[in-house]
């Protein structure tokens, strides 16, 4: 089992900006406690984190998320848009799980089949409250979708999370 690891201090704004080391572990044990989330088993996806206040996570979409009309159902647009603005802004956060306090999506254009990239961007906040949004390309880099959403710093200390270790 790889080490847990231990976070950046995150007091000040710019704490993993001038370690980028810790800034690195940090984003690689983010990908991996989303990749350890029992819901994610039930979706074929991935997390990557390129930077600080980014995210993308790439989805399979299939049959199994449709609805009666043969499209995917919107849990699996809000599952997206959430994933992707929730590890931009928890990327700012080091010591601490963020909870979705609020979402609001908006449907472009239906998707059938295929693979669906969430890209999420923090876009302000620091202390307590975050504010990220997101949106979906599909596989013929149209956006079928967009998102906003608010998050708060939880109670849960990330370093006691199972899934949060580098890899």
């Known amino acids: 089992m790889s080490p847990t690891v231990t976070p950046p201090d995150s007091s000040s704004p710019d704490a993993q900006g001038s370690d980028a080391a810790g800034a690195e572990r940090h984003f690689r044990a983010l990908e ?54 929730f590890y931009a802004a928890n990327t700012l956060v080091s010591d601490r799980f963020l909870l979705t306090t609020s979402f609001n999506l908006h449907f472009t254009k239906p998707v059938r089949e295929g693979e669906v990239i969430a890209e999420g961007r923090w876009v302000s906040g620091r202390r307590r409250v975050f504010v990220a949004e997101s949106r979906l390309v599909d596989s013929e880099g149209d956006e079928i979708g967009r998102g906003t959403g608010t998050f708060m710093r939880s109670h849960i200390a990330l370093s006691g999370l199972p899934g949060y270790r580098a890899e």
């Open 32 to 85: 991996a406690l989303y990749a350890s989330a029992p819901v994610n088993g039930l979706f074929e996806s991935h997390l990557e984190i390129p930077q600080r206040g980014r995210s993308r996570v790439v989805f399979q979409v299939t049959e199994r998320s449709f609805h009666a009309a043969g499209a995917a159902h919107g849990t699996i647009y809000f599952k997206m848009l959430d994933d992707a603005a």
